[in-house]
């Protein structure tokens, strides 16, 4: 029996796997039919709601009531709703004597349709009911009346938040008995089904097997989703419901969300290689004709590597600053003095002629405010005051790489909107697909492909955070907020998200387009005047944005013939950045006495002794080594196989150090062979500028190089072929990495 199940079910989801719904060309409602439905205000659930209709021409059959009223039916949390049989009631005095008009219920802010009004109405004649109700196999709210409810195939127990049926029959339900507007709805329509008499009468009936609506409580499992042009289908009972409903507690109305990033047409993942979006372009608004005010507000709750980037790429995002307000939220005393040098560069600096509509830096001293729910509250809050169209809530653990992040989160016009941020390499995001009923992070199954950008949409999702984009008008419905007793002060982004998701405020993350990543934050250390230079293993995307040279990349698609060579078998090509070459030499001239002598002797070397002695530092004295030998396999060596050829790099390296050369000191190197097989040589400082004279000559081939950009590195054979001096400075200080790899 098991096995004849199995292909019985596997049957029917080959047949529906071959369905496909198409959008009508134009309004396909029919003149004999209305939709009914109850909604106080026009939020996202409710716009939910009705694109899904407005998608299968049904929206002009469309009557809401209760619009911008306030709301009597009491908390639909707890029994309640009674308010919508009395709003019905009255809407249907006018229709009540149609008698070929059909007319449908359902609840909005938790429903979708998921096909047109032809196959609805096809498949209610079929019944031969006069009215239909929606069954689920839960008893709301009167569990007492389970032994009066009839037998029937299916769900057996009534759900009222769809209904389709007669006007005529309609009328009668309706006027069945008084209730009071807090009086349960759902009990309302049950006692009406559980009076036999009624029943026959006017020949009510349960959709048991679920032809016309879905109920998705407890029974997510039953539902093959089809995907693509396919319908959602009930495997259970072999149908194709028309109507998708997310009833019961806050997980369903979440699996509902999820469902609705899929249906109706709205993403299809069977599509091309990263799915087809049909809605990314629906509802987007054009901000840079009149540019939105926008208040963007930056939180360092702790200390942050690569902070000066965070700060720098946010002055640089494209928006006109007389339509920015700025705020700077800084909770970390050793970030102080870093952050007022860079804000007096970018915002103070007389060279900036355009300036912010207004700005402000606070500093640990300055924040009154130490809880964090309250702090993101008041930041939040700023918007209302300076009467901004939108708020931007930024963390420094994000790393920003494209400068139009603000203009394309609001061009999708959403309540609140991020961009999906992830820790390259890894699975951590800024927005979760699922939430357990703590609110806390649940894996969906669709979040690894979303993570890993398999599937690119823009995804209604239960939280977001790091970066947050929030429309005005939200803030100031106080439908939104930080302040929630629910949850520890610390998990502030967690409280945020389950305010909006109980105000039925969607949050969307839209991962269509890359524009940065997270950072890994812990175990950030405080030993260096440069800490970002050892973050190399913890966070290497960051590391390579900040310090590998912005042309490396180039290089690599070059041939040997292609690459800069000054000398025979010496090639140039640019590897760091000059902030790099900056923070290596600021970092040794911080530490006293740290560079050696210059003398034979040398206690750092095995042996004791150096046949060439440079006035340097080698990298072991920094613990700097293993992060060299990174550099080196991941960055050098690359190079090294394009330009000698049949050659692979061990990714090893005998000394790597940074040697000084100055006036007062060492000016110059005598000829030598380097005991390696192959050497670089980093330029750290500014020919010309910093320094007059030195270079390298290579005395077999005759040939000096001695204007090399800060940043570019020499390779070229170690031993044996290459004998080379360093040739005397006349002015300044000269610094250069050097490493001898390969021994």
């Given at each position: 029996?098991?096995?004849k199940?199995?292909i ?8 529906f ?5 198409h959008p009508p060309?134009q309004?396909?409602?029919?003149k004999?039919?209305?939709?009914f ?22 929206d002009?059959?469309l ?18 709703g009674?308010?919508?049989v ?6 249907m005095?006018?229709y009540?004597?149609?008698q ?6 359902t609840?909005?802010?938790d ?7 032809n196959?609805?109405?096809?498949k209610f ?19 007492s009346?389970?032994?009066q ?5 299916g ?12 006007a ?32 026959t009468?006017?020949?009510l009936?349960?959709?048991?097997t ?12 039953e ?16 149908t194709?419901p028309?109507v998708?409903h997310?009833?019961g507690?806050?997980h369903?109305?979440?699996d ?10 709205v ?15 629906e ?7 009149n540019?939105?005010v926008?208040?963007?507000?930056l ?8 902070i000066?980037?965070f700060i ?10 007389s ?12 970030h ?9 560069f970018?915002?103070?600096?007389d060279?900036?002629?355009e ?15 130490k809880?964090?729910q ?6 939040m809050?700023?918007c ?8 931007f ?7 920003i790489?494209?400068?139009?992040v603000?203009s394309d989160?609001m ?7 991020t ?16 939430v ?10 669709d ?8 599937r690119?949409s ?23 907020a ?14 945020f998200?389950?305010?909006a ?13 890359q524009?940065?990543h997270?950072?890994k934050?812990?175990?950030?250390t ?7 230079l050892?973050q190399i293993?913890?966070n ?6 900040n310090y590998?040279?912005k042309?490396?990349?180039k ?6 013939y ?9 090639f140039?090509?640019?590897?760091v ?10 970092e ?7 560079f ?22 080698h ?6 080594q293993?992060?060299w030998?990174?550099?080196?396999k ?12 049949g050659y692979?790099?061990?990714n090893?390296a ?6 000084k050369y100055?006036m ?6 005598v000829?030598h ?15 010309g500028?910093?320094f ?8 077999r081939?005759?040939c000096?190089?001695?204007d090399?950009p800060?940043?570019w590195?020499l390779i070229?054979?170690?031993?044996l072929?290459h ?9 300044g ?8 790899n390969?021994p």
């Open positions: 029996m098991a096995f199940l199995t019985c079910c596997l049957i029917v989801e080959l047949a796997s071959l369905i496909e719904v060309d309004d396909s409602s029919p004999n039919f209305i939709i439905t109850v909604a106080s205000e026009n939020n996202d659930a409710y716009q939910r709601y009705v694109r899904s209709l407005r998608h299968f021409g049904m002009n059959s009557i809401t009531l209760g619009m911008n009223q306030e709301w009597k039916g009491g908390d639909m949390r707890k029994a309640g009674g308010y919508k009395n709003l019905l009631k009255e809407a005095k006018e009540k004597d149609e070929d008009l059909i007319v449908m219920f609840d909005s802010y429903v979708i349709f998921l096909t047109d009004i196959e609805i109405l096809d004649y079929k019944t031969g009911a006069n009215f239909v109700i929606s069954a689920e196999d839960w008893i709301w709210p009167d569990r009346l389970k032994s409810y009839p037998k029937i195939e769900k057996q127990y009534l759900c009222s938040g769809l209904m389709i049926g007669y005529e029959t309609f009328w009668e339900i309706l006027n069945y008995k008084e209730i009071s507007n807090t009086y349960d709805d759902q009990l309302y329509y049950t006692h009406v089904y559980l009076d036999s008499d009624f029943r009468k006017h020949k009936q349960l959709d048991g679920t032809e016309l609506f879905h109920n998705l409580h407890g029974t997510l499992e539902l093959n989703m089809g995907y693509g042009n396919q319908r959602i289908s009930n495997l259970k009972y072999g194709m028309a998708l997310g009833n507690p806050m369903v109305k979440l509902l969300n999820r469902i609705s990033n899929y249906y109706p047409h993403f299809n993942p069977t599509a091309g290689e990263f799915g087809e979006c049909y809605t990314c372009n509802d987007r608004i054009d901000v840079t004709e540019p939105p926008i208040l963007t507000n939180y360092v709750k702790e200390r942050t590597p690569f000066d980037y720098n790429k946010t002055f640089e995002l494209n928006h006109p600053r339509r920015w307000h700025l705020r700077i939220y800084n909770l970390a005393p050793s102080t003095s870093h952050l007022q040098e860079l804000i007096n970018h915002v103070y600096d060279n900036n002629s300036k912010f509509a207004s700005f402000e830096l606070f500093q640990p001293e300055d924040i009154q405010v809880e964090l309250a702090l993101y509250e008041y930041g809050g700023e209302t005051k300076v009467k901004c169209d939108w708020y809530g930024l963390d420094s653990e994000i790393t790489t494209d400068n139009d603000l989160l061009s999708y016009n959403k309540s609140v909107i961009t999906q941020l992830t820790i390259p390499g890894q699975y951590w995001s800024n927005f979760w697909g699922g357990n009923s703590d609110g806390f992070y649940k894996r969906s199954d979040y690894f492909d979303m993570v890993l950008r398999k690119r823009v995804f209604n999702v239960p939280y977001v955070s790091s970066l947050v984009a929030i429309r005005s008008d939200v803030i100031q419905s106080k439908k939104v930080y302040l929630n007793e629910r949850f520890s002060d610390s998990n502030y982004d967690v409280a998200a389950d305010n998701r109980r105000n039925n405020v969607f949050m969307y993350v839209v991962n269509t387009k524009h940065g997270l950072k934050m812990e175990n950030y405080a030993l260096h005047t440069n800490n970002d050892w293993f913890v290497p995307t960051d590391w390579k944005l590998i040279h042309d490396y990349s290089f690599l698609e070059f041939k040997r292609q690459f800069p060579s000054p000398c025979p078998d010496v140039m090509f640019p590897l950045t000059e902030k790099f070459a900056w923070h290596i030499v600021h040794l001239e911080s530490i006293p006495n740290i050696s002598s210059g003398q034979n002797q040398d206690t750092r070397l095995a042996g004791g002794y150096e046949n060439v002695p440079t006035v340097d530092v990298f072991t004295q920094i613990n700097f293993q992060e030998l990174k550099v080196l991941d960055y050098i060596a690359p190079m090294q196989r394009l330009v000698f050829e692979s790099s061990k090893d005998y000394l790597s150090f940074v040697v100055d007062r000191g060492q000016r110059k190197l000829p062979h380097d005991a390696a097989t192959f050497t670089t040589n980093t330029a750290l400082n500014r020919v500028i910093d007059e004279g030195g270079g390298s000559f290579f005395i081939q005759n000096l190089v001695g090399a800060v940043g590195t070229h054979p170690g031993r072929t004998y080379h001096e360093g040739r005397e400075i006349s002015r200080t000269r610094y250069i990495l050097v490493s001898f390969d």
